[in-house]
């Protein structure tokens, strides 16, 4: 299945969540959320899906501990849902450019930068992080 989503015309760009206005704002501050309302339409959404599981069922999703596939455990305390994994560099590239413009902050990260913590502990950044697909 091929994904070709046009940019969705006039969508109104989110704005970083401000934790301080939530009752965790003391756990999470200075940590980086968007909400991101509409960013695909239900039959995208749709599309997707069927994309995902087209060569794959839901399985109970497990922890993994390691590289390889089967350095994994369930523990349904931790994680109790189900997923299915799918590595498809050009559905992924569609999703990465639907989601470019809502993240232009997160696109050229610099030491000092307001969110280096996205990436590393604060002070432990070296050099330019550049955002990729």
Known sequence: ????????????????LDWSTTPVAHEYDGSYAKVIDDLFSSEECEALIALAESDAK????????????HQQYVDTSYRNSERILRFDHEAAAVIFQR???????????????????????????????????
């Open 58 to 69: 839901w399985a109970q999703a497990a922890v993994h501990y390691g590289l390889e596939a």
């Open 99 to 133: 989601i470019l413009p809502h993240v232009q902050e997160l696109v050229e990260i610099k030491p000092g930068s307001p969110w280096e913590t996205v990436i590393s502990p604060p002070g432990r950044i070296q050099g330019t992080w550049k955002l990729v697909g």
């Open 1 to 16: 299945m091929k994904l070709t989503f046009e940019p969705r015309p006039n969508q109104e760009l989110a704005p970083v």
